[in-house]
């Protein structure tokens, strides 16, 4: 695993995200048909928003989708 460690300056969830390979996460839904029928969300995207919440202390979906778009130029992902 050659992830960089020098973290300076990104938030706490960019810093969880670049740990996390987002194709191991794809292959792994892949594999247990978790994708199946989704149309927009994806396992991936799911992990992400699931993740902004906790770390923000949401507690409706309301408050995720606001402040996600609030915070977009800090997301990268």
Request: charged share 20%; net charge positive.
């Amino acid at each position: 695993m050659s992830k960089s460690t020098f973290f300076t300056g990104q938030p706490v969830l960019n810093q969880l995200l670049g740990l996390i390979d987002r194709n191991n996460v794809r292959s792994l839904a892949r594999r247990g048909d978790h994708d199946l029928y989704y149309r927009y969300f994806d396992t991936y995207t799911h992990l992400v928003t699931m993740l902004y919440c906790v770390f923000n202390r949401c507690t409706s979906s309301r408050e995720v989708i606001s402040g996600m778009k609030a915070s977009l130029h800090k997301l990268h992902h």
